[in-house]
Every structure is written in C-alpha cells, then in structure tokens.
C-alpha cells in the first residue's frame, strides 16, 4: 500500500467490478485471508476507539483501491470477501449519498419485510442519516457482533436493491437506458446482499475464513 494520502477513488457503473492484483494468485489469496484475520482479531481483541475511527476513515485518506490491492479478489464468502464489500459498500454510499439515500427511502417504503429494521436507519433517511449507518455497519465489524453488522449490510443492500427496481421501473418510459442502468445496480445489490447473508451464516458457525 501506498503512504501517500489521497481521496476516494470514484465509481461509475463498473464499482462492484473486481480490481486486478498481482501476478500469483495462490499468494494473493493467502495475504487476502491473513491480512483480514489479523486485523479483524486484533482490533476486536482490543477495540480502541480512535484506531477503529481511523480504520472507518482509511479510505477517505487512501482511497478505496487500497483496500481493494488486499482484499478485492478474494471470494465473496470468505473473511475479506466480506470486509471488501462492507468497505465499498461505504465509500458507493459517501461517494454519492444523496441518490443512496434517496433509493434507501424508496425501497424502506416498499418493503413488506423487517429489513428497514434490521438496517437501522434512521426514518426519514436523508444523505446525513445513510452516511452515518454506512459508518455505524462498518464499525460494528470491528466492535460488536460481526454477524450482526454483516446481516445489516444484506439489510441494507436488499433495501437498496429494491428502491433501484423501483426507480427503474419509474423511469423507463422516460429513458430506457437509465431505467437499465437502475435495474443492474438493482441485481448487483441483491447479490451483495445474498452475500452479506452467507456469509453472517458462516460466521456464526466459525466457518468464515
């Protein structure tokens, strides 16, 4: 990783793309899973407050490609499968919080289901309200019930993924394309979010590695 302090890297349509790493796989793979362990253990051992707030900000600092050179490629049910996520997660949401929280809302006021609960979004949910949670998720990685925070990110992805359907289904007749545009983020957050959900089961049986 660089030292070099630099802003978020920003995202287009491709953000839940994986970042290419290094030439050997088998070694990226295992620095994946022993840097997510160790930090994960360490930090949760011993959860000071002020090395979890830098461990939250470290991607308005480095950008979120930092985290990606470690943790990016690893399998999305495995341990930095999971915090690669939970970290891109926060930086799709800080980079535009106004549209996030705008399909937040709208997918809070269809759901049929306890997810907006689970969540724990503050109601109504503005741009100030759905960065706080994308920080409150992360943090509960590192000091709470790591189950838990992972099972409010599949919360908050389905939320996210229905408020997307939703969109684009409003704005098709208007521009196809965009209607296009929202349906895809619309079925890569509900992947996510059945990714989050494995791997919170996992976990709860020490399976998670």
């Known amino acids: 990783m660089t030292s070099e ?10 953000e839940f793309e994986a970042f290419k790493g290094g030439e050997d796989p088998a070694h990226i793979s295992r620095l ?4 997510a362990s160790a930090l994960l253990g360490r ?12 461990l939250i900000e470290y991607t308005d600092l480095h950008g979120i490609d930092a985290i990606a050179e470690l943790w990016s490629r690893a399998s999305s049910h495995s341990l930095p499968g999971a915090l690669w996520r939970i970290y ?6 800080r980079q535009d919080p106004e549209q996030s929280s705008f399909l937040f809302q709208k997918g809070s006021e269809l759901s049929i289901t306890i997810d907006p609960v689970v969540a724990g979004a503050t109601s109504p949910t503005g741009p100030k309200e759905i960065t706080e949670l994308a920080d409150q998720i992360l943090r509960g990685i590192f000091d709470g019930d790591f189950a838990v925070a992972l099972e409010r990110a599949a919360a908050f992805c389905r ?14 007749s208007d521009s196809a394309e965009r209607a296009s545009e929202f349906t895809v983020r619309a079925n890569r957050f509900a992947e996510t979010a059945s990714e989050f959900a494995i791997c919170a089961k996992l976990w709860r049986t020490d399976s998670l590695d």
């Open 32 to 35: 994946a899973h022993d840097t």
């Open 5 to 14: 302090h630099r802003k978020p890297a920003l995202f287009g349509g491709s």
């Open 159 to 172: 939320i996210m993924s229905l408020g997307a359907a939703a969109e684009a289904d409003d704005t098709e």
């Open 43 to 54: 930090v949760r051992a011993d959860p000071d407050p002020g090395v979890i707030d830098r």
């Open 88 to 93: 891109l997660l926060r930086a799709l949401i």
